[in-house]
């Protein structure tokens, strides 16, 4: 078992544009949470899919969006891309509500 | 709503020195705590969990409810121990169990 996956594991993308990563949770996982890593932070909670369904949302504006497929991968959406949005996207996977298994990060770089 | 503090952006320490990485945590209800470690070039993995009160790799951490900490400790630094540490917060709901991250300690243990 690989764990989770992301990809791609690195992109550059211009201000207003728009991005999507991909997640493929643990294997016998069926929750995936995305966290958004700025420079120096700590990891920050967007949402969390169980079910491909948002359970939980944290404060993060409309343009992030995510979806979950029936296979329990996941897929984030950020539209109209700000300079700020610039970050390491990590991607964690559970089975329900228990221990997250974090992937390796998507590191999005907005010019 | 819940806050995790690290009051210590970088630790250094002597090999063989003793260690302890403070969190503070706020939440008016019972969360669960965690400890989560980043070596180089690697992603982030669980390193504790306070409802296990077990020892991993020598580290251990009690939480204190009466003053809302949670600090991770261990006798004897070793090289290896040089990483990136986060105290982080669950609660789990019906609703999910997003995590909550302070801002990370970095450990730099000398030899």
């Known amino acids: 078992d690989a764990g989770v996956t992301q990809s791609p594991t690195h992109l550059i993308k211009t201000r207003g544009q728009q991005v999507t990563l991909r997640c493929s949770p643990k294997s016998g996982h069926d929750t995936v949470s995305w966290y958004q890593q700025a420079l120096g932070q700590g990891p920050q909670f967007i949402f969390q899919?169980?079910?491909?369904?948002?359970?939980q949302r944290g404060n993060f504006p409309d343009r992030f969006s995510g979806h979950q497929f029936p296979n329990y991968s996941s897929e984030l959406n950020v539209n109209a891309l700000l300079l700020g949005d610039s970050a390491l996207y990590l991607c964690?996977?559970?089975?329900?509500?228990?221990?997250?298994?974090f992937g390796p990060g998507t590191r999005l770089t907005v010019t | 709503a819940q806050r995790v503090t690290q009051p210590e952006k970088l630790l250094s320490v002597f090999k063989g020195a003793p260690v302890e990485l403070k969190c503070n945590y706020s939440?008016?209800?019972?969360?669960?705590l965690f400890w989560y470690v980043q070596y180089s070039r690697q992603r982030l993995q669980l390193l504790l969990r306070?409802?296990s009160r077990e020892s991993i790799k020598g580290f251990t951490a009690d939480l204190n409810k009466g003053e809302t900490s949670f600090h991770l400790k261990k006798p004897f630094a070793q090289e290896e121990d040089s990483a990136m540490y986060y105290c982080?917060?669950?609660?789990?709901?019906?609703?999910?169990?997003?995590?909550?991250f302070g801002t990370g300690t970095q450990l730099k243990v000398e030899l």
């Open positions: 899919y169980y079910e491909e369904e948002e359970r």
């Open positions: 964690a996977s559970s089975l329900y509500g228990y221990e997250q298994y």
């Open positions: 306070h409802i």
């Open positions: 939440y008016s209800g019972s969360p669960e």
């Open positions: 982080a917060l669950s609660i789990l709901t019906g609703g999910g169990n997003k995590l909550t």
